[in-house]
Nanobody
Framework: QVQLVESGGGLVQAGGSLRLSCAASGHIFSNNAMGWFRQVPGKEREFVATINWSGSSTLYADSAKGRFTISRDNAKNTVYLQMNSLKPEDTAVYFC????????????????????WGQGTQVTVSS
């Protein structure tokens, strides 16, 4: 059974940094694209960043470019999201997700393209 567990969320002041982690288990990770999304109450889940199976290719939402960095450690079955220069509008529940396609050349940005999801971790940025 696939399990994704996020950690690293919390409360931080504007301009601060957080590093989110997502640990995967259950025969999925090193051959699969991984993504980070976020959601605030009343809004749709929003794409943040994604990384291909090898870590050689990444995509970012415009809101994340230049501030967030996605990375992965396939030996540890973990994907990270380093978030710098945080803003109050970054406040959300952050989810990691896995695409079950194996070694795909595509790295999806739509939530519907991902097959497995974590439970989310709350990030709150105070002004």
């Amino acid at each position: 059974q696939v399990q994704l567990v996020e950690s690293g969320g919390g409360l931080v002041q504007a301009g601060g940094s957080l590093r989110l982690s997502c640990a995967a288990s259950g025969h999925i990770f090193s051959n699969n694209a991984m993504g980070w999304f976020r959601q605030v109450p009343g809004k749709e889940r929003e794409f943040v960043a994604t990384i291909n199976w090898s870590g050689s290719s990444t995509l970012y939402a415009d809101s994340a470019k230049g501030r967030f960095t996605i990375s992965r450690d396939n030996a540890k079955n973990t994907v990270y999201l380093q978030m710098n220069s945080l803003k109050p509008e970054d406040t959300a529940v952050y989810f990691c997700a896995a695409d079950r396609s194996l070694r795909s050349v595509l790295i999806p940005t739509r939530p519907g393209a991902y097959d497995y999801w974590g439970q989310g971790t709350q990030v709150t940025v105070s002004s």
